[in-house]
Nanobody, 125 residues
Framework: QVQLVESGGGLVQAGGSLRLSCAAS????????MGWFRQAPGKEREFVAA????????RYADSVKGRFTISRDNSKRAVYLQMNSLKPDDTAVYHC??????????????????WGQGTQVTVSS
């Protein structure tokens, strides 16, 4: 069975930083690209960042480029999202997702097979 568990969310002031973690269990982490997506109240889910299985290819939404960094540690079956210079517009539930055996870092949520429950990030102004 596949399980993705996010942690690290919370309340932070604008300009602050948070580091999200995603712990994966099950075979799906192997050879899988991973992604972070977010959904704010009343808005559609949107792509944030993705990383290939090897970690050699990363992709970012324009809105977070230069502020967020995605990384992974395959030995720990974990993916991270370092978020700096946070803005109130970054407030959302952040979800970790796995492609399930596919290595390419896609920005399309439909390409991700497994999803975590999410962690809330709230940025106050």
């Amino acid at each position: 069975q596949v399980q993705l568990v996010e942690s690290g969310g919370g309340l932070v002031q604008a300009g602050g930083s948070l580091r999200l973690s995603c712990a994966a269990s099950g075979r799906t982490f192997s050879n899988s690209a991973m992604g972070w997506f977010r959904q704010a109240p009343g808005k559609e889910r949107e792509f944030v960042a993705a990383i290939s299985w090897s970690g050699g290819n990363t992709r970012y939404a324009d809105s977070v480029k230069g502020r967020f960094t995605i990384s992974r540690d395959n030995s720990k079956r974990a993916v991270y999202l370092q978020m700096n210079s946070l803005k109130p517009d970054d407030t959302a539930v952040y979800h970790c997702a796995a492609r399930g055996g596919l290595a390419f870092a896609s920005i399309n949520s439909n390409d991700y097979r497994y999803w975590g429950q999410g962690t809330q990030v709230t940025v106050s102004s």
